[in-house]
């Protein structure tokens, strides 16, 4: 759980070269508490948003552009590891650096939290030991490939 106390401390949360692509969503009020994860999409398409926290960690975000629907088989989120249709899973990409993107193959829409909520809902078991998983692999995906520091430093 993190907190954001105003508009500015959400878009604080991307990197300086991401902001001027980030489109805050329209309707929140502040300060927001954020369980897990946050994500909205851009209104216009082909963006879509994140932004999480590890344990002592700064709020994270991540801008990912969309590049269409993939085909029409199951694919199986390398976060959440729901399976969804072409549409429901698809190759989402972040900026490197100015030259170079980085992909992966997650829910389209990003909805991988309310998934395996559901999940736990259905099974009625507690969702947080899946959560937390997830919160790792995104963790993984910005330290270890866009090359965040997520304590916050030199951000
Ligand atoms: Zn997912």
Do not use: Y
């Not at 909520?117 to 270890?144: C, H, N, Q, V, Y």
């Amino acid at each position: 759980m993190f907190r954001l106390a105003t508009e500015q401390s959400l878009l604080e949360a991307f990197r300086p070269k991401d902001r001027s692509r980030v489109e805050l969503p329209p309707g929140l009020s502040f300060p927001l508490v954020v369980h897990h994860t946050l994500t909205w999409a851009h209104p216009a398409g082909g963006r879509v948003f994140l932004v999480f926290a590890v344990p002592k960690g700064v709020p994270t975000g991540i801008a990912f552009d969309t590049n269409g629907t993939g085909p029409a088989v199951p694919h199986m989120c390398d976060w959440c590891h729901q399976t969804g249709l072409g549409t429901g899973v698809s190759l989402l990409s972040a900026r490197l650096d100015a030259k170079r993107t980085l992909g992966v193959h997650i829910c389209s829409d990003l909805g991988c939290q309310r998934k395996l909520e559901d999940e736990a809902d259905r099974s009625g078991t507690s969702p947080l030991p899946a959560l937390e998983a997830l919160i790792e692999r995104m963790a993984r995906f910005a330290r270890d490939g866009l090359k965040i520091d997520l304590t916050g430093a030199g951000r």
